[in-house]
């Protein structure tokens, strides 16, 4: 359509002169886009203290960018993969002051981001080689591309994001559809719950979702129902989980996945909206509270005053015990000269070999009795020639779970 309307489709690339912008805005509670404008489809009235829809605040903190430059083909990444053991890989192409580097996959990326003083600038190469960690040659993008994709299906997704027409008069409600997940059967949110035992991307549980799940375990009485041992704090509370050792907390966190699979089975995340008869996804569950939000924006504050993007941007505070247990020993981890560190202890390294490669196997792929890895059916597999079968985690890699990046279906999921 339009500007590529005479653009040849290569399947799998987008073509030369994509641009991609994302600007990532500090949270206001408040900015729902009901005072502003008329771009932002609000009758034009002389308040104009919110510009944008949703609970994106009029600051943003960071602009990213990204310019195909150049085509490229599976032979030419094959290439590059090959090219892993040279020293030459090593290199990142850009340029330091105007902010760009080249993610070696016919992408320029750039990227602006906040100084001491609030004024957006370039961001460093460094910084930037953060980018490239995505929007490279990680295997579940298109082109290097996450979001695309992922978008809302038909009209939905060419509108302005507003986080599921976000009302500060009702942040209890969403007008988001869950979509159904054709691999799992169940919606996308629904899948994301059953297979997760955190529900956020650190595997730790938010506040909001805590009290839901509370709520839910004590209406529903699932302490008998499922035949838990454990109470509330240790199940819910992830600073409990800190200072436990590997036997302890693998059973608690079976019996939080066991919660949080009841919840997704029943399809509660959903509320039911008489007049129009459908179903939306949960705002209490979607929306961080006012509490959640002033203390990310005040944790992003010590970043932004340190100017310390170059070692990430995921706000964990500066204090010790801010660090989430997920990055802490269980104790059986190693550290890099093959001691273990105790439980609760943060882990700062893991063992490596001589190209800087991990080596410590994550156990979390799933085995039958005979230590063979098996499918999600139980069924062996060859983890050589399968391994995007596997159920769970392989060896020391990452997630082989392939559809968590699945394109929507567009079919409505209902309770």
């Known amino acids: 359509m339009g500007d590529a309307s005479k653009q040849k489709i290569k399947k799998g690339f987008y073509p030369l002169g994509t641009e991609f912008a994302h600007p990532l805005h500090y949270v206001d509670l408040n900015a729902d886009g009901e005072m502003g404008i008329s771009q932002n489809r609000v009758a034009a009235i002389d308040r104009k203290d919110y510009l944008f829809p949703g609970t994106r605040s009029k600051r943003v903190k960071e602009i990213r960018y990204m310019y195909k430059w150049k085509d490229v083909n599976l032979a030419d990444i094959a290439i590059l993969e090959e090219e892993e053991n040279d020293e030459e890989f090593e290199l990142i192409i850009g340029r330091e002051g105007q902010g760009w580097v080249d993610n070696g996959a016919g992408w320029i990326l750039s990227a602006f981001i906040e100084d001491r003083f609030g004024n957006l600038r370039p961001q460093t190469t460094e910084e930037l080689a953060q980018c490239i960690g995505c929007h490279g040659k990680v295997g579940n993008t298109v082109d290097a591309v996450w979001s695309f994709q992922r978008k809302f299906p038909g009209s939905q997704g060419w509108r302005e994001m507003d986080y599921g027409n976000y009302n500060a008069a009702s942040p209890d409600k969403t007008r988001m559809n869950d979509y159904l997940h054709e691999n799992a059967g169940m919606g996308e949110l629904g899948y994301f719950y059953y297979t997760v035992v955190g529900a956020d991307l650190f595997g730790v549980m938010p506040a909001e979702i805590r009290a839901e799940l509370t709520n839910y375990t004590i209406q529903n009485d699932l302490f008998n129902q499922l035949n838990l041992n454990y109470n509330f704090q240790e199940i819910f509370d992830d600073e409990v989980l800190k200072f436990t050792n590997r036997e302890k907390r693998k059973k608690i966190m079976e019996e939080r996945q066991k919660i949080m699979r009841h919840y997704s089975g029943a399809r509660e995340y959903l509320y039911y909206d008489e007049k129009i008869n459908n179903f939306f996804i949960k705002g209490n569950l979607f929306y961080p509270t006012r509490e959640t ?65 991990g080596i410590t196997p994550t156990g ?52």
Not at 320 to 331: L, T
Not at 398 to 415: E, H, Q, W
Request: net charge negative.
């Open 293 to 357: 939000m002033l203390n990310n924006i005040r944790m992003y504050r010590m970043i932004v005053l340190d100017q310390s993007f170059n070692l990430g941007k995921d706000v964990f505070g500066t204090e010790k015990d801010n660090v989430p247990f997920a990055f802490r020993s269980d104790g059986t981890i190693l550290d890099e000269f093959g001691e273990i560190i105790p439980p609760g202890e943060i882990i700062y390294s893991r063992p490596f070999n001589e190209e800087g490669v």
């Open 364 to 415: 979390l792929v799933r085995v039958n009795e005979y230590g063979e890895p098996v499918d999600d059916l139980g069924i062996v597999i060859i983890i050589e020639t399968e391994s995007h079968r596997a159920a769970g985690h392989i060896t020391t890699g990452g997630t082989f779970d392939m559809y968590f990046n699945p394109i929507l279906s567009g079919k409505t999921v209902r309770k």
